[in-house]
């Protein structure tokens, strides 16, 4: 039987007495890198948690905690250390000396998971960039420590001949993969010109990573989305068209946000993200049955800011509200300034459904003007006409004419105007 790879890891935070002040949020933290570091392949076979004033420079946590995670790791046969801390190219190869453990960081873990997921050419190219970037920064003193992490994971992606070769070669790959990202994503500005012309409303649906937004797409959409009880299930951006609707309205799902979002995945998918900053209205889902989802309303809020999206309009979504007591329910009513409105849903089995669908539908009818005209039969063509860019409400034969009932985007307002006054 062929060797199996080792994949056992020891997952280790460093609690800094100065910085931390909330110890719940830093465990918080560990135990979601423990579930990420699994969704990534490896098997987390301990834990443990330093204590410090600050953080060494040489190896981010304490030599001698290290050392007795290498004994540990000996006994359990695990080959992996990943801490909850980014270190630099040097404190990588530090570790990797003293403890003779592969060394990994959230970072690295986030951005192998991204590639394992990334399904297109432009979700492979976007993942590609932000790994170089990352592996451009910890070249400086890394040493072969980033080479000696072999195969799997903080590999996974580029192959090992840019693991070995200098910044400049690193830099030059980039700038050939932006290059080819730039290609890819000229299609995508052109199907949202397309979009923008044809004023369909687009809304984009944001939250933190396995929240529901695909699940609750699926829902709005009548669609088929992939949704799984993991992180970073969605990194493409799946734009679907709202059902039971008479206005035309795109619902966009997007990539999950999570804390220390690596700052190069951001910036590599900053196209994807536009998505979000392109868009009429924000769906924002938080999973209210998450003990922390507080903290995740934060993040969500923070990384809409960034993307210059803060001040569009919002609606709120609390999912998964079947598992919660409904006194958190009574909680939360209206604590989300931002929303326009905060609507409890259970994506899953269709609670509130309805009333989001509803929601969505009236904030773009809610800048349409009302109409009601009687046209002469012989200018029967501007019936066609309306047919095209409005809401008809009611359409009725009379003697005198055709009484048409509508409502009208105001932006559509310079297309009828001379419509009715050639009547
Ligand atoms: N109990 C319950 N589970 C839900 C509900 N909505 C979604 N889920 C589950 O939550 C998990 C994550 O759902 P997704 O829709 O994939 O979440 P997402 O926000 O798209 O996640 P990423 O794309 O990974 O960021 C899945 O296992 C869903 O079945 C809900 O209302 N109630
Ligand atoms: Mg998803």
Redesign the pocket.
């Known amino acids: 039987m062929k060797a199996q790879e080792n994949n056992k890891a020891i997952v280790l935070g460093v609690y800094l007495n100065s910085q931390h002040s909330d110890k719940a949020i830093f465990e918080n933290s560990l135990k979601e890198l423990i579930e990420l570091t699994e969704t990534a392949g490896l098997e987390v076979v301990g834990e443990a948690i330093q204590y410090r004033e600050k953080f060494d420079s040489a190896y981010a946590a304490g030599s001698g905690k290290l050392l007795e995670i290498a004994e540990i790791a000996k006994n359990l046969e695990a080959e992996t250390i990943v801490l909850d801390i980014n270190l630099t190219g040097s404190q990588m190869r530090n570790i990797n000396e003293l403890t003779d453990l592969k060394v990994l960081d959230r970072t690295l873990i986030i951005l192998d998971i991204f590639a394992m997921r990334a399904k297109t050419g432009e979700g492979r190219l976007q993942v590609e960039i932000a790994q170089l970037n990352d592996r451009a920064t910890r070249l400086v003193g890394a040493g072969k420590a980033l080479s000696r992490l072999g195969g799997g994971i903080g590999t996974r992606g580029p192959g090992e001949t840019q693991l070995e070769s200098d910044r400049r070669h690193i830099q030059k790959r980039i700038n050939y993969l932006k290059g080819k990202l730039k290609d890819v994503q000229k299609q995508r500005n052109l199907t949202r010109t397309n979009r923008d012309k044809q004023e369909i409303y687009k809304v984009a649906i944001v939250?933190?990573?396995?929240?529901?937004?695909?699940?609750?797409?699926?829902a709005l959409a009548d669609s088929n989305v992939?949704?799984?009880?993991?992180?970073?299930?969605?990194?493409d951006p799946t734009a679907r068209k709202l059902s039971y609707s008479e206005i035309p309205i795109i619902l966009i799902?997007t990539?999950?946000f999570i804390r220390n979002l690596p700052h190069q995945l951001v910036e590599a998918f900053q196209s994807t993200l536009e998505e979000v900053t392109f868009a009429d209205l924000i769906v924002q889902?938080t999973?209210i049955?998450d003990p922390e989802f507080k903290l995740q309303v934060d993040i969500v809020e923070k990384q809409l800011e960034a993307l210059d999206a803060d001040a569009k309009p919002r609606i709120h979504v609390f999912?998964?509200?079947?598992?919660v007591d409904p006194s958190l329910v009574e909680q939360i009513k209206g604590t989300n300034r931002h929303a326009i409105k905060q609507i409890f849903?259970?994506?899953?089995?269709g609670?509130g459904i309805e009333e989001l669908r509803q929601a969505i539908i009236e904030v773009p009818q809610a800048t349409m003007l009302p109409f009601r005209l009687v046209v002469p039969y012989d200018k029967s063509n501007i019936i066609s006409e309306l047919q095209k860019i409005a809401v008809v409400d009611q359409l009725e034969y009379q003697d005198e004419g055709a009484e048409i009932v509508f409502k009208i985007r105001k932006n559509d307002l310079g297309i009828i105007t001379p419509l009715l006054n050639n009547k």
């Open positions: 939250g933190y990573t396995n929240a529901g937004k695909s699940t609750l797409l699926n992939e949704t799984m009880d993991q992180v970073f299930a969605t990194l799902d990539v999950g889902v999973d049955s999912n998964k509200v079947e598992k849903a259970s994506a899953l089995y609670n």
